[in-house]
């Protein structure tokens, strides 16, 4: 399948917009499977650097992970305050506690304004934002976490670091091709 919704300013996204390849990323903080393939993409951002740009969406699986849907607004009002980047990695590094004072303490330990996120969570300030990445996965056929599109294709195979950078420069490798 393809990504249906184009990467847009509405994302967050880290790495340079002209990168060869972008990858995007459907995810769930709670989910152990995103768990394992946090520290495989962060090794392959650091490996291609100004060469990838990285994308991260949410999609939280409520009805099995209870915790998912409030990491995700966490992480939407960390980015209302300029450190989604930071959250979002303190939630895959704590995703075994990720109830909401476990997630408050984490947007005090990355320097958030801490009764604010409290209140935006209280209000839902976020989840309409939350519900949106999860509609743009659905129309993309996304099923499951992670999922994974390079340069707008599903990557169907493992997300192991070797797997994930080939992968990589495969597309990479296509795109340059005329």
């Known amino acids: 399948m393809n990504l ?15 990168a060869t390849v972008t990858l995007v990323e459907y995810g769930d903080y709670e989910c152990p499977y ?19 740009r990285f994308v991260f969406r949410n999609f939280p699986l409520t009805r ?14 960390a980015a209302a305050q300029g450190k989604f980047w930071p959250m979002h990695d303190w939630l895959f590094r704590h995703q075994q506690t990720l109830d909401d004072d476990a997630l408050l303490a984490g947007a005090r330990e ?12 209280a209000d839902g300030t976020h989840r309409a934002r939350v519900r949106k990445d999860f509609s743009t996965g659905i129309r993309s056929g996304v099923n499951g976490t ?29 795109q340059a091709t005329p």
């Open 4 to 18: 249906k919704t184009p990467v847009s300013d509405h994302d967050h996204t880290v790495g340079p917009a002209d």
């Open 34 to 52: 995103c768990g394992r393939a946090f520290p495989n993409v962060e090794d392959v951002r650091r490996r291609l650097s100004n060469r990838l």
């Open 64 to 77: 099995i992970h209870e915790h998912a849907e409030h990491a995700a607004e966490v992480a939407e009002a």
């Open 110 to 121: 990355i320097g958030l304004d801490v009764e604010r996120v409290r209140r935006e969570l």
């Open 146 to 174: 992670p999922t994974f599109y390079i340069n707008g294709v599903q990557h169907d195979a493992a997300y192991d670091t070797a797997t994930l950078l080939a992968a990589i420069e495969q597309a990479g490798l296509a």
